[in-house]
């Protein structure tokens, strides 16, 4: 599977935007960017995903580079229950198991 | 619904003893999946399941673990001999065969956390 690396930890102010980077300079032309977040004694949730163009949905905004090898999730307006864990992962959907492949994610932490 | 529903939530046991957790998946996804979450590290896969048939483990999976998802519904992980190092926490997921909109991802559940004494 294709690598992703995020930074460990991040900080943010509560009602100020924050952009969590990934990168994954091996995607493959299928790979599919995913979003997903673990919020403390909870299980990863889904976040968003996409392939080329950016997209946007209720919970945050995915912006992808233009060669794919990097990505950026933004939460337009942090709140203290976006504190989570976050997960960029790669998903082949052609992947006969198509289990998810998790790194070590990055911590954000969010300051009221 | 009420999504991915996991028991029992803590688990606390002695070093040989054997134990069995359950997960209970979303009625019409027909793809489960376990993984393992230690302490400051993200979810590794154990194994998954469409419908009945287990069809992928991974390496973590030794002979002491032992998953079964008899017609298609709940599942269970069976842990023989447990030893300190199987402390973590022990995760669900589930998903339909093909994502449609408006559900493009998995659904995990809060996993059952497991302590060997």
């Known amino acids: 599977d294709a690598k992703t690396t995020q930074p460990n930890s991040m900080e943010s102010n509560e009602e100020e935007p924050v952009h969590l980077p990934c990168n994954h300079s091996t995607i493959s032309g299928t790979d599919y960017i995913h979003w997903y977040r673990q919020l403390p004694s909870q299980g990863p949730e889904y976040v968003i995903h996409?392939?080329?163009s950016n997209v946007n949905n209720r919970m945050a905004s995915l912006a992808i580079a233009e060669d794919r090898k990097s990505s950026t999730l933004i939460l337009h307006r942090a709140t203290l229950r976006d504190a989570a864990v976050y997960y960029c992962?790669?998903?082949?959907?052609?992947?006969?198991?198509?289990?998810?492949?998790f790194g070590g994610g990055t911590r954000l932490m969010v300051k009221p | 619904d009420t999504g991915v529903s996991q028991n029992p939530r803590h688990k606390i046991t002695k070093r040989g003893q054997n134990v069995t957790f359950r997960c209970d998946p979303i009625s019409e996804h027909n793809r489960l999946y376990w993984y393992r979450q230690t302490l400051g590290q993200g979810p590794e896969f154990l194994t998954y399941?469409?419908?009945?048939?287990?069809?992928?483990k991974s390496r973590l999976l030794s002979d002491r673990f032992s998953a079964e998802r008899p017609k298609g519904s709940f599942s269970t992980l069976e842990i023989q001999r447990t030893e300190q190092g199987d402390s973590a926490m022990y995760l669900c997921a589930s998903s339909p065969r093909w994502f449609l909109p408006p559900n493009y991802g998995y659904t995990f559940g809060s996993g059952t956390r497991l302590t060997v004494v």
């Open positions: 399941f469409q419908n009945e048939a287990q069809l992928e």
């Open positions: 996409g392939l080329t």
């Open positions: 992962i790669l998903r082949d959907p052609n992947n006969a198991g198509n289990m998810l492949t």
